[in-house]
């Protein structure tokens, strides 16, 4: 069935280092790919998304990648601030269907 | 604008116990989803519906059934609590169009079952 693998699990950096972020999707019929925010306690929150006809996409310190040929997807965080400590969810959707799957989480730590 | 609202926060339930997870959104939006979140896991879709009487099954909806009386609400009904069941639950709310394909997601319950 379809899936979204994501990388690493855990990513710690200094503040101020970038951090990368990274999946990998198998359906090729998917063609939106967001990236939502989680903060202790709270609900995920979209930050970014991509389509499938656009190969970067950059909102401020953020910025995501996408690969159509190789199924692949990243998000970019330069400059990394102690409040991107969070869990970060890629998810992949076809917009002709109506469920979106998403990845494992990757748990970013940003140290002061 | 409240967004999306879930009640309760946390509920610890008995094993056989029942309960009601209430999700409403004011954003008028048409598909409305629930998910589980286990601990250090990523999300599962329960249940979802793409408008007011229509509802169909996710990825893990064995245990749950829900309801779609009104475009606001989409409550999730918990039968015979099990355990297993022991989780964080969100409930989104999403309105397709060309411009966003993004989910609004409410800030979770946080169910216990002993």
């Known amino acids: 069935g379809e899936n979204v693998e994501q990388h690493p699990s855990t990513l710690s950096v200094q503040e101020g280092d970038s951090a990368v972020i990274k999946c990998t999707y198998s359906d090729s019929a998917s063609n939106y790919f967001p990236w939502y925010k989680q903060e202790l306690g709270k609900g995920p929150q979209l930050i970014i998304d991509?389509?499938?006809?656009?190969g970067e996409k950059k909102d401020q310190r953020i910025a995501v990648t996408l690969n159509k040929t190789a199924k692949h997807f990243s998000l970019h965080i330069t400059e990394t601030q102690p409040e991107d400590s969070a869990v970060y969810f890629c998810?992949?959707?076809?917009?002709?269907?109506?469920?979106?799957?998403f990845g494992a989480g990757t748990r970013l730590f940003v140290k002061a | 604008n409240a967004g999306v609202t879930q009640t309760p926060k946390f509920r610890i339930l008995k094993i056989g116990q029942s309960m009601t997870l209430q999700c409403t959104q004011d954003?008028?939006?048409?598909?409305m989803y629930w998910y589980r979140q286990d601990p250090g896991m990523g999300l599962k879709l329960i249940y979802y519906?793409?408008?007011?009487?229509?509802?169909d099954k996710g990825e893990v909806p064995n245990g749950y059934n829900v309801s779609r009386s009104t475009t606001e609400d989409f409550p999730l009904r918990l039968e015979l609590a099990a355990p297993s069941q022991t989780s964080v639950y969100f409930c989104?709310?999403?309105?397709?169009?060309?411009?966003?394909?993004?989910?609004?997601f409410g800030s979770g319950t946080r169910l216990t079952v002993v």
């Open positions: 954003m008028n939006h048409n598909y």
């Open positions: 989104a709310s999403s309105n397709p169009t060309d411009a966003n394909y993004g989910y609004t």
């Open positions: 991509i389509r499938s006809n656009v």
């Open positions: 998810a992949g959707l076809n917009t002709g269907g109506f469920k979106t799957i």
């Open positions: 519906s793409v408008g007011a009487g229509i509802t």
